[in-house]
């Protein structure tokens, strides 16, 4: 009888426990996963070449139009192992200092005439949208005569940006699905039809490199915190030992 009225408030409280359990372990998997299905892409921010040539190709492809304002030319001269005057020739070319943010030479107002929208800064975009978001965004452009840049894109559909790496990628076109109840076709996959500079393997990697550059400008204190790390592991353990040694101390007195 006694076992019996237990019993039961034990089964409840280990389910609790026990949903506790799987909810931390799949939470952060689920988070992780953010892209919603999109494939995922392994970008390594301490790899610094890898950096080098995302930083190259965005000063060649995307700041015309976007700024990442809370990065610093010389703070990403640090961060991705340049010096001054590599930063300077090679990848500044709106004429700022050195000590100056990242910006675009666009004016924000011309920006909204020409293509309706502003382009956005794009310091925390992998902070807001993941990386596997920006990669399939950047390898999802294809030509729709129906857009008034010429192409769309199946991530973010009727975008506002022309594909500025066409040249690279090459011109994708769009494989259309069934088109039902008087709906558009849907667009189900799609095709190289020119084939760009790049093959595509190497254009999955410039992608890469250009997502794992992004990355970095979102964290920029990731590389340095890495580091730090250590540190703070070293000296909590010595805090413990010293802590234990302490009370060993203390309580001699009172026993
Ligand atoms: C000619 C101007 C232009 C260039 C060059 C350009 N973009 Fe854009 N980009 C835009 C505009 C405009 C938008 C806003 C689109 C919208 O909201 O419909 C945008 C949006 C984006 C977004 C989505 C932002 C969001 O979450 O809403 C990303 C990511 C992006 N651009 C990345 C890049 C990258 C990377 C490059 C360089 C390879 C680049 N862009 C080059 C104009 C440009």
Same mark, same amino acid.
């Given at each position: 009888?006694?076992?019996?009225?237990?019993?039961?408030?034990?089964?409840?409280?280990?389910?609790?426990?026990?949903?506790?359990?799987?909810?931390?372990?799949?939470?952060?998997?689920?988070?992780?996963?953010? #892209?919603?299905?999109?494939?995922?892409?392994?970008?390594?921010?301490?790899?610094?070449?890898?950096?080098?040539?995302?930083?190259?190709?965005?000063?060649?492809?995307?700041?015309?139009?976007?700024?990442?304002?809370?990065?610093?030319?010389?703070?990403?001269?640090?961060?991705?192992?340049?010096?001054?005057?590599?930063?300077?020739?090679?990848?500044?070319?709106?004429?700022?200092?050195?000590?100056?943010?990242?910006?675009?030479?666009?004016?924000?107002?011309?920006?909204?005439?020409?293509?309706?929208?502003?382009?956005?800064?794009?310091?925390?975009?992998?902070?807001?949208?993941?990386?596997?978001?920006?990669?399939?965004?950047?390898?999802?452009?294809?030509?729709?005569?129906?857009?008034?840049?010429?192409?769309?894109?199946?991530?973010?559909?009727?975008?506002?940006?022309?594909?500025?790496?066409?040249?690279?990628?090459?011109?994708?076109?769009?494989?259309?699905?069934?088109?039902?109840?008087?709906?558009?076709?849907?667009?189900?996959?799609?095709?190289?039809?020119?084939?760009?500079?790049?093959?595509?393997?190497?254009?999955?990697?410039?992608?890469?490199?250009?997502?794992?550059?992004?990355?970095?400008?979102?964290?920029?204190?990731?590389?340095?915190?890495?580091?730090? #790390?250590?540190?703070?592991?070293?000296?909590?353990?010595?805090?413990?030992?010293?802590?234990?040694?302490?009370?060993?101390?203390?309580?001699?007195?009172?026993?």
């Amino acid at each position: 009888m006694h076992d019996q009225t237990l019993r039961a408030p034990v089964r409840t409280l280990a389910a609790v426990l026990l949903g506790i359990a799987i909810a931390l372990i799949v939470a952060p998997a689920a988070m992780a996963e953010e #892209g919603g299905g999109l494939p995922h892409v392994s970008v390594n921010i301490h790899d610094q070449a890898s950096l080098q040539r995302g930083a190259r190709l965005f000063m060649n492809y995307c700041v015309g139009c976007h700024s990442l304002k809370y990065l610093r030319y010389s703070q990403m001269a640090d961060g991705l192992g340049l010096t001054e005057k590599q930063v300077m020739d090679n990848l500044n070319f709106t004429g700022a200092k050195f000590g100056a943010p990242i910006l675009s030479a666009m004016p924000e107002a011309d920006a909204e005439k020409w293509f309706g929208k502003a382009p956005p800064d794009l310091s925390l975009e992998i902070s807001a949208k993941g990386s596997d978001w920006v990669a399939a965004y950047l390898k999802s452009f294809y030509l729709d005569p129906k857009t008034a840049s010429g192409w769309n894109n199946t991530v973010f559909p009727n975008v506002a940006m022309p594909f500025p790496l066409w040249q690279l990628q090459g011109e994708q076109v769009p494989v259309l699905g069934k088109a039902e109840n008087g709906e558009p076709a849907p667009v189900e996959s799609l095709s190289l039809a020119h084939p760009g500079s790049m093959t595509p393997a190497q254009y999955d990697q410039a992608v890469r490199d250009l997502t794992a550059f992004l990355t970095y400008v979102s964290t920029p204190d990731a590389l340095e915190r890495s580091h730090i #790390g250590a540190w703070v592991v070293l000296y909590l353990v010595l805090f413990t030992l010293f802590a234990l040694v302490l009370k060993k101390e203390y309580w001699k007195d009172v026993h």
